[in-house]
């Protein structure tokens, strides 16, 4: 494939951008989420909320184009979850970007900190220009694909990186929407002072008693967690899935922190 002005495809969107809306909420409360699949549609979709407890075929039943559902749930458990749409073949529907993030806080919220940030990591397996996305490569066994990205876009954040303040704790959740490719989520230079991954706290702070940390932490496809770090000096700290093989089709981004500058 020669393109001069980039890879485009034909997304399948929820609201119009891959991933779709982070939606983020607390234990306790009823959410109440309006699909609608315009007549202009060609195909079938639906949502599969992995924050709710419904019958797979009540509320994520397949609508057609023209038609709407409403999807009510209420947030019983806390954590990083995924959304997606469940219409068959699934795997394309997610490969061809109808995923997102919902977060669920804990009744009374997290602790307040410097920056938030949400990255989600997926794969694109490449279609014809300006097609789909291809189901094929999506499928197979060993699959191989074109890149691999956080929010959807290969090497954005290295483009542009992202600017932390030196000293102050960062949040960051992630979550692997797959459709087929483990995460190991690393940030460069720093260490996890916090993780709770999939229901499970890993650590917490500096002041839990045997000073736990954490390098990496590993998502299979739809697994989520929330991070929290700090970074100790001025200077530039890439986030990447360290399965390294990835790393240059786009699973990394650049946090600055201060000026850049470690040396002044
Ligand atoms: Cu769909």
């Known amino acids: ?42 195909l079938g979709h639906s949502i599969d909320f992995h924050a709710s407890q419904v019958a797979w075929n009540d509320e994520m039943r397949t609508i057609n184009p023209g038609e709407e559902l409403l999807y009510e749930w209420t947030a019983d458990y806390a954590g990083v979850w995924m959304y997606h749409c469940g219409t068959n073949p699934t795997l394309h529907h997610i490969a061809n970007g109808m995923y997102g993030m919902v977060i669920v806080e804990p009744k009374d919220g997290l602790p307040e900190v410097d920056r938030e940030f949400f990255f989600v990591q997926s794969e694109w397996y490449l279609g014809p220009q300006k097609d789909v996305a291809s189901l094929t490569k999506a ?20 483009d542009h990186p992202i600017q932390i303040a030196t ?46 940390g954490s390098q990496a932490v590993d998502l299979s496809p739809a697994q989520g967690a929330i991070i929290g770090f700090m970074a100790a000096e001025d200077g530039l700290y890439p986030f990447v899935t360290h399965a390294f093989n990835f790393v240059g089709m786009g699973a990394i981004g650049l946090f600055q922190a201060g000026d850049g500058d470690p040396t002044n």
Do not use: C
Not at 9 to 20: A, H, I, L, S
Not at 186 to 212: C, Y
């Open 139 to 158: 499928a197979a066994a060993a699959p191989a694909p074109d890149f691999v990205v956080f929010n959807g876009i290969a090497s954005q954040y290295k």
């Open 1 to 42: 494939m020669t393109v001069a002005d980039g890879y485009v495809q034909k997304v399948w969107t929820f609201g119009g951008t891959v991933p779709g809306p982070v939606i983020r909420v607390r234990v306790g409360d009823t959410v109440r989420v309006h699909l609608k699949n315009p007549k202009t549609s060609q």
């Open 167 to 212: 000293g102050k704790p960062v949040r960051i959740f992630v979550l692997d929407a797959g459709p087929n490719i483990d995460s190991s989520f690393h940030v460069v230079g720093t260490i996890f002072d916090t993780v709770v991954k999939e229901g499970i706290v890993l650590a917490r702070g500096q002041a839990n008693p045997d000073h736990w």
